[in-house]
């Protein structure tokens, strides 16, 4: 029997990219993965397509896979030959059962292999700006389960822990928080101490709250924290060291839809500006057959409206044999810096760019550079309106419109865990298109999203769905961001002047 291989993985405490590049490798090389429930759902994006998909959350108190199905299901993918992830949120092996999936693999007899991740106990304190160890304040950390095996209580030497002088970290402890402040100040703990509950990572209910061991159970239940939450005891826990905080959209959910690369150079800026972002809809481009025969023997000007338009048009013109050389009697023109950059990277420069990047702008540009009769190539997308033509052709331009790629709603890897489009403060729309399939999907536009449209005609797609809707300056990722950015920004100014 050719039997295949499990690697535990731990995907570290909050975004994607705090996977190890060891972690990142194992996972894009994998044929399946089985996910925890505490990940960011964007990591996947990093297993190939065809790798099979399987949830298999643990969480205490709430409808769960039982450990032993997790077991079963590792062995049988790795006994069908398959090189199989395990993803699990944190760190596998601090409270995170990974010992004993190992174990059960090596009862069955299944190869395995353990990457270490970055545990909640360090990276939801680190995310609110706590260090679990500081110089003057903590020379030691204790990473404590509040939930044992068995009757679920707390461990039995729980109160010598009153007597450490470094930082008490508790796990799984939400629902005994009482009772472990009681016991800590029973057993001499001064019931001053800083102490904080913490709720970050990819956890739904994010929570920050602080306040002395004593009063920190009372607080916790006033302000509502959900499981799962960090329970931070020690001086530190009255440090906040947050760069988070500094940026703009810290706090803010942004859910996503469009292409993956669009998904990509979003997801790029939105998180270095604090914003949690996280895929709703993913569409998936495919090519259309289309032959250059007799399109370009008498064909001045070539007209790209995306990056995808400019890919697909060298690709058929690589299978088709030809040589670059024949282009030497066009013009190009684009409709913005991103298309522009990919013609480039082409070789060809652009003739034509408008200062806005939208359709509109190109339209007018094209009109004012290009004589009358004169024929025009626009290749594009199949799911593009006909504004664009409509305009050329009334200033007497001969427009050939060819839709060279479609765009359509790719493959739904989406479970009951993901995080919800009504969580989303801001959804962002690169396509009329996109709106129509997100709407055949979800049915509607969550009241409270505000939503983010690439340009004019995706913002018309909106309308009547939307309560808001914010449209980019220029029909790009930047310029989605950028509107995202003031309005955020506005809206905090107004905030601020209630008080």
């Known amino acids: 029997m050719n039997c295949g291989t499990v690697i535990l993985v731990g995907a570290g405490c909050g975004r994607r990219d705090l996977i190890t590049l060891r972690g990142l490798r194992a996972l894009q ?14 990591i996947l994006d990093f297993a190939p397509k065809n790798a099979e998909r399987i949830w298999m959350g643990k969480r205490s108190g709430l409808p769960s896979a039982a450990q032993e199905d997790i077991c079963a299901t590792l062995i049988r993918l790795a006994r069908e030959g398959k090189t199989v992830v395990r993803l699990k949120g944190g760190d596998p092996f601090v409270f995170g059962r990974g010992g004993e999936e190992l174990a059960a693999l090596e009862k069955a007899g299944v190869p395995w292999e353990e990457i270490p991740g970055i545990t909640s106990a360090i990276a939801i304190p680190a995310a609110a700006g706590i260090p679990v160890t500081c110089r003057r304040l903590s020379r030691s950390v204790h990473i404590v389960t509040a939930h044992t095996a068995g009757d679920g209580g707390l461990p039995e030497d729980f109160d010598r822990l009153a007597a450490l002088e470094g ?7 939400l629902k005994r928080l009482p009772e ?25 209910y994010p929570a920050d709250i602080r306040g002395s061991l004593r009063r920190l159970p009372d607080l916790a239940r006033e302000a509502d924290v959900k499981s799962p939450a960090v329970i931070v ?12 905080a500094k940026r703009p959209l ?12 669009m998904q990509d150079k979003l997801s790029v800026l939105l998180e270095a500006r604090g914003a949690q972002v996280f895929s709703l809809q993913e569409m998936e481009v495919i090519p259309r057959p289309f032959a250059l025969e007799g399109l370009l023997e008498n064909c001045p000007w070539i ?14 013109f690589r299978d088709e044999g030809r040589d670059v050389r024949s282009l030497a009697g066009c013009r190009f023109a684009v409709v913005g810096a991103a298309t522009e950059e990919t013609l480039w990277k082409h070789g060809i420069q652009a003739d034509l760019r408008p200062e806005t990047f939208t359709t509109a702008a190109l339209g007018e ?19 593009s309106d006909n504004t664009l033509t409509a305009r050329l052709e009334r200033e007497g ?17 989406r479970t009951e865990q993901t995080v919800d489009a009504a969580e989303a403060d801001y959804l962002v729309f690169s396509s009329a298109g996109g709106v129509r399939a997100f709407l055949k999907e979800f049915d509607r536009i969550p009241p409270r999203a505000v939503c983010a449209a690439i340009g004019e005609v995706t913002a018309a797609a909106l309308t009547g769905h939307a309560a808001q809707i914010l449209t980019a300056s220029e029909a790009s990722a930047v310029g989605v961001v950028q509107a995202i950015l003031s309005h955020a920004a506005a809206f905090v100014q107004c905030a601020e002047s209630d008080f």
């Open 250 to 261: 810290a706090g803010l959910r942004v859910g996503l839809t469009g292409t993956p690369d």
């Open 233 to 244: 005891v020690g001086p530190v826990a009255a440090l906040c060291l947050k760069s988070e």
């Open 397 to 413: 331009l001969s427009v050939q419109d060819i839709r060279i790629y479609d765009v359509r709603p790719g493959v739904n890897r």
């Open 365 to 383: 540009a094209l009109a004012q550079r290009v004589s009358k009769g004169t024929p025009v190539l626009l290749l594009r997308s199949a799911q």
């Open 29 to 42: 090389n994998c044929q399946a993965v089985v996910f925890d429930d505490l990940i960011d759902r964007a």
């Open 303 to 316: 007209v790209f409206t995306s990056p995808r338009g400019v890919g697909r048009f060298f690709q058929a």
């Open 180 to 204: 472990i402040s009681k016991r800590l100040i029973a057993a001499g703990k001064n019931p001053e101490t800083p102490a904080a509950v913490l709720s970050g990572g990819n956890a739904r």
């Open 167 to 173: 930082t008490l970290v508790f796990l799984m402890g």
